[in-house]
């Protein structure tokens, strides 16, 4: 199994910054993709940022251009720097990797989210 770590959210002024970390830990081999979702209130979960052992980033178009995602495969962590904050950016951001897991010789590969952190932009 893989336990995602959230931290970095809270609330911030229109035009801030906030920069969110997610660690994974567990019986990791790889970690395929690590991304960032976020769900507004009566909204569905949607894509954020998302990047690949390769290096490969995916961006929502909403975000470009303010938001940068990337990751540490050494410590298994991701981070998203958000920059000019807008009210509309606030929603609870969710980690999401794509991992391999090798544990006790039994190899399996799975989609694990974490927790949530909650992001607040005031206007």
């Known amino acids: 199994q893989v336990k995602l770590v959230e931290s970095g959210g809270g609330l911030v002024q229109f035009g801030g910054s906030l920069r969110l970390s997610c660690t994974a830990s567990?019986?990791?081999?790889?970690?395929?993709?690590m991304a960032w979702y976020r769900q507004a209130p009566q909204k569905q979960r949607e894509l954020v940022a998302a990047e690949t052992i390769e290096g490969d980033t995916t961006y929502s178009e909403s975000i470009k251009g303010r938001f940068t995602i990337s990751r540490d495969n050494a410590k298994n962590t991701v981070y998203l720097q958000m920059n000019s904050l807008k009210p509309e950016d606030t929603a609870v951001y969710y980690c999401?990797?794509?991992?391999?897991?090798?544990?006790?010789?039994?190899?399996?590969?799975?989609?694990?989210w974490g927790q949530g952190t909650q992001v607040s932009v005031s206007s």
């Open positions: 999401n990797v794509n991992a391999e897991t090798l544990d006790s010789g039994i190899y399996s590969k799975s989609n694990y």
């Open positions: 567990g019986s990791i081999f790889r970690i395929a993709t």
